[in-house]
DNA sequence: CGCCTTTGACCTGCGC
DNA sequence: GCGCAGGTCAAAGGCG
């Protein structure tokens, strides 16, 4: 589809909003936003991204490989990656991510005009969650062990990661291999919701798909749990990933046990960068370090956000002590982290 | 033949 | 307890 739907601030909220009730917010303690658009009907277009990223990495210094630093910075006022955001119940720390985003040159259908807001064109909503995060002991169960650890899933979810994407896709390439395994029609919505599971034996992160009732053009995506493998163990089809340059800059310029991580292409393009759909300061992540519009992550050794192999852990000077935090770690700066761990940890001792 | 998708059945949690 | 909805399983079939 060649058609972007043109979306003011406006609509970016109520989308925001229509987000919460899509993905099962009781869930997702840290939704934030992000919008992208992939109308180019290439399903390669987060590693076109990634590779379009490069230059944006390699200007990064930081050596913990991906990192918030690699963000780009639209020249606007809305450069809060995160901000509050109204929550359905209190159990979580819903942040929103709401940093602007810039025109996308992948996105050219999306009428630059439309655009009018100049960077909302080609936008992506990412919803966040972070819970205990349990990641490993997943998979390799049988029926019973399975079902054991359901009961325990409701107190440590797998952190989850989700956004919209605006595309004609459903799965979205995003390197590694997944496998379908199965698909139900979702309440309220004619779209039904697909599940994935990374193939990777071992490897217990799944991700959901489907489509937003209210504009079919977006997709979004729901990963769950952090890979325990390098990206991607198979190049599926296209682009020997491998040998990417993006990889090899992270390789050299963090360790050699490093590598890189995929799904944060599309939170890292500048083609794609999030936009803000609230003006909620209070929980500003990201400052812009300069005019040169760039980010500063204000903890440096945060990789990115979810795709498991915590690059700052691999790192060799990473301290060991740092206590894993799953994706919140990723992501949020560890004031924010404490915060929304003694909220959690609230939660858990009220039950 | 291996990998993947499809799809109906089954399980579980939750609200009433 | 019942019904609903979400999530998962696993057999069957397709495809390269």
Same mark, same amino acid.
């Given at each position: 589809m060649a058609n972007l739907v043109t979306s003011s601030d406006h609509h970016q909220l109520e989308l925001a909003g229509n987000l919460s009730s899509i993905?099962?917010?009781?869930? /997702?303690?840290?939704?934030?936003?992000y919008f992208e658009d992939h109308s180019s009907n290439n399903p390669n277009s987060f590693l076109d991204? /990634?590779?379009?990223?490069?230059? %944006?990495f390699a200007s990064s210094s930081n050596s913990s490989s991906f990192s918030f630093d690699a963000f780009p910075l639209p020249n606007n006022n809305n450069n809060n990656f995160f901000t509050d955001l109204p929550l359905p119940q209190a159990e979580s720390s819903e942040?929103?991510?709401?940093t602007p985003t810039s025109p996308n040159s992948t996105s050219v259908?999306?009428?630059?005009?439309?655009?009018?807001?100049?960077?909302?064109?080609?936008?992506?909503?990412t919803v966040k969650d972070q819970e205990e995060g349990d990641q490993q002991q997943e998979q390799k169960g049988t029926k019973p062990q399975l079902k054991a650890k359901k009961k325990n899933q409701k107190k440590a979810r797998e952190a989850r990661f989700a956004f919209l994407t605006k595309s004609d896709i459903d799965n979205l390439d995003d390197g590694y291999r997944?496998?379908?395994?199965? %698909?139900k029609a979702v309440k309220n919505s004619p779209y039904p919701r697909s599940y994935y599971r990374c193939t990777t034996v071992a490897c217990g992160v799944k991700k959901r798909v489907e489509r937003s009732s209210d504009d079919p053009s977006i997709v979004m995506t729901t990963y769950e749990g952090q890979h325990t493998h390098p990206f991607p163990m198979t190049p599926r089809g296209h682009i020997g990933m491998l040998t990417s340059p993006i990889l090899d800059h992270g390789a050299t310029t963090a360790s050699s046990s490093s590598f890189s991580i995929? %799904?944060?292409r599309y939170l890292l393009t500048q083609h794609h960068q999030p936009y803000n759909m609230y003006n909620n300061n209070s929980l500003s992540m990201i400052n812009r370090s300069s005019s040169d519009g760039t980010f500063v992550n204000p903890e440096p050794s945060s990789s990115f956000p979810g795709f498991g192999?915590?690059?700052s852990q691999a790192s060799a000077s990473t301290s060991s002590s740092i206590r894993d935090h799953g994706l /919140?770690?990723?992501? /949020?700066?560890?004031q924010i982290r404490s915060d929304t761990i003694n909220t959690q940890t609230n939660e858990e001792n009220k039950k």
């Open positions: 993905f099962d917010t009781s869930s /997702l303690p840290f939704p934030y936003s991204l /990634l590779r379009q990223d490069h230059h %944006q942040v929103v991510n709401t259908s999306s009428s630059s005009n439309e655009a009018a807001n100049d960077n909302n064109s080609g936008k992506e909503v997944w496998r379908k395994y199965g %698909q995929p %799904q944060p192999y915590d690059m /919140l770690q990723d992501i /949020l700066p560890s």
